[in-house]
């Protein structure tokens, strides 16, 4: 039986982590966090109460700790490991992680991951996830895919690339929703959802979804990532431009801008098939609710 060791068990995706193994007879499982009451008391999960006790012996390590204190903690914990052990990064930005993994020592594998998915999701769904080699791609994708047999990893070839994307469907998604909920948090928000239509619904949803991640994520998100500034800049440029066509009342120029994002998306988007989708999802909704 291997010993699991989970860093930051007690934070959402460590206690998601922990849950996913706990019923695994293949693992035992240890659980560290700095705060100890934070940590969930489950059967055949043990807790420990000291960090280098926690790591030393374990076979495998899992990070699941903010993203600020992974390079430091990946030094840390690589010097304490026994050979042949196993040590995972799951953060949501890779750039300085994974220069850290790439130096730890060569008797210790480095796994590089990024789950895409929060802690809600279910243990049993087809899980979508990011994988990044660091120096063995066969070894390294083959021990994920054993350890975590319903993920679909999704492999991205550097760190560099990774963070690019992020700072697109993380990054940028969610500051438009953070901003989106700001302005909402402004208005009497009853009397608007009371007589909202589907759209606004959906984006209400999504932006409260959002805002219940962990601040320290949302933090990371917007300030670790290397190229979110790009993205937000550029996502302001194109707001004032939108502002100043309905600013001036540029019915014409407007319906040209229209015309043109509707056709670009079409280029890769079946957008029949979006707005078809869209009220699957409501009617989903809808029966949850009754």
């Not at 849950?19 to 059967?43: G, H, P, T, W």
């Not at 390079?71 to 992680?97: E, F, T, Y």
């Not at 959906?202 to 990532?225: G, P, R, V």
Request: net charge positive; with cysteine; proline share 3%.
């Amino acid at each position: 039986m291997r010993e699991i060791a989970i860093i930051g068990a007690g934070g959402r995706m460590g206690s998601w982590i922990t849950r996913y193994f706990v019923n695994n007879k293949n693992f035992s499982i240890k659980a560290y966090d700095k705060d100890m009451c934070s940590i969930e008391r489950q059967l055949n999960v043990k807790i420990e109460i000291d960090f280098n006790s926690c790591i030393k012996d374990s076979d495998i390590v899992i990070l699941c700790i903010p993203l600020r204190s992974i390079p430091q903690m990946i030094a840390g914990c690589s010097q304490k490991m026994k050979r042949n052990s196993v040590l995972i990064d799951i953060s949501s930005i890779k750039s300085k992680s994974f220069k850290s993994l790439s130096k730890i020592q060569n008797y210790i594998l480095p796994i590089c991951i990024h789950p895409m998915f929060g802690p809600g999701a279910s243990h049993t769904m087809r899980l979508k996830t990011i994988f990044i080699p660091v120096r063995n791609y066969t070894k390294e994708f083959e021990f994920v895919r054993q350890l975590f047999p319903n993920f679909e990893l999704l492999p991205i070839e550097n760190a560099i690339k990774h963070d690019h994307i992020m700072a697109v469907v993380l990054g940028l998604n969610h500051y438009i929703n953070v901003i989106f909920a700001d302005v909402m948090a402004s208005h009497k928000y009853q009397d608007l959802e009371f007589y909202s239509g589907n759209t606004f619904r959906i984006q209400c949803i999504l932006s409260e979804s959002i805002l219940n991640d962990d601040i320290d994520l949302l933090n990371s998100l917007f300030i670790e990532n290397p190229f979110i500034k790009k993205e937000i800049k550029n996502f302001h440029n194109t707001f004032l431009k939108y502002y100043q066509i309905v600013n001036d009342k540029n019915d014409e120029k407007l319906a040209k801008y229209l015309k043109k994002v509707k056709s670009s998306l079409e280029e890769y988007h079946d957008l029949n098939s979006s707005y078809a989708k869209m009220y699957k999802f409501i009617d989903l909704l809808s029966k949850n609710k009754n």
